[in-house]
């Protein structure tokens, strides 16, 4: 089972810009497919984005499209969550996941690490 270490939170204020990212250890990182999820504070986990195993074919809610962006380098086993034009709502703790079944809908993300907080400043 791959191990996986997010990084790049922070404090930014509406507007601004950050790239998550995450190392993958352990595995075959090319063998899975993988997402990102966020948890806020008394609210339940919510799909970001996910990725299939190439790359090739990437999904993200429709209220994300447009500010999100996933990728991954299978070369380097690290997979990215560009996220533009942050608003407050954003504010949550990203977590980097393996995903099965339905990735384009409804992921069920089996494993993941062990997050990194994005705070958004109005």
């Known amino acids: 089972q791959l191990q996986l270490v997010e990084s790049g939170g922070g404090l930014v204020q509406a507007g601004d810009s950050l790239r998550l990212s995450c190392a993958a250890s352990?595995?075959?990182?090319?063998?899975?497919?993988m997402g990102w999820f966020r948890q806020a504070p008394g609210k339940e986990r919510e799909f970001v984005a996910t990725i299939g195993y190439s790359g090739r074919d990437t999904y993200t809610p429709d209220s994300m499209k447009g500010r999100f962006t996933i990728s991954r380098d299978n070369a380097k086993n690290t997979v990215a969550l560009q996220m533009n034009n942050l608003q407050p709502e954003d504010t949550a703790v990203y977590h980097c996941?393996?995903?099965?079944?339905?990735?384009?809908?409804?992921?069920?993300?089996?494993?993941w690490g062990q997050g990194t907080q994005v705070t958004v400043s109005s």
């Open positions: 352990g595995g075959r990182f090319s063998s899975y497919a």
């Open positions: 996941a393996i995903a099965e079944g339905h990735i384009a809908t409804t992921p069920n993300f089996i494993s």
